[in-house]
Nanobody, 123 residues
Framework: QVQLVESGGGLVQAGGSLRLSCATS????????MGWFRQAPGKEREFVAA????????YYADSVKGRFTISRVNAKNTVYLQMNNLKPEDTAVYYC????????????????WGQGTQVTVSS
């Protein structure tokens, strides 16, 4: 069974930090790419970060480079998103996703999604 469960969202002041977690099934975790996306009200879902199955390659949206870090712990079948220096424009529902395509940031390449966790950054 494919399952992704996000946690760690919440309300934080600008400049603060949060760490999101995505607990997955073993089958999902073995996919070529695990990623994080976000969707703000009235906007399309957008790519945030992705990591390869080995963890050796990571990819980031320009808007979060240098502030966010994606990582994975294979023994726990868990993917993390460490978010530092948060800005009000980071406010969105954050989704964890898995897909078979390597090195991609396209929403359509990710076939498995979590339910999302809300991140709100106050100014």
């Amino acid at each position: 069974q494919v399952q992704l469960v996000e946690s760690g969202g919440g309300l934080v002041q600008a400049g603060g930090s949060l760490r999101l977690s995505c607990a997955t099934s073993r089958r999902t975790f073995s996919m070529n790419t695990m990623g994080w996306f976000r969707q703000a009200p009235g906007k399309e879902r957008e790519f945030v970060a992705a990591i390869s199955r080995s963890g050796g390659s990571t990819y980031y949206a320009d808007s979060v480079k240098g502030r966010f870090t994606i990582s994975r712990v294979n023994a726990k079948n868990t993917v993390y998103l460490q978010m530092n220096n948060l800005k009000p424009e980071d406010t969105a529902v954050y989704y964890c996703a898995g897909g078979p395509v390597a090195g991609t940031s396209s929403v359509t390449d990710f076939g498995f999604w979590g339910q999302g966790t809300q991140v709100t950054v106050s100014s």
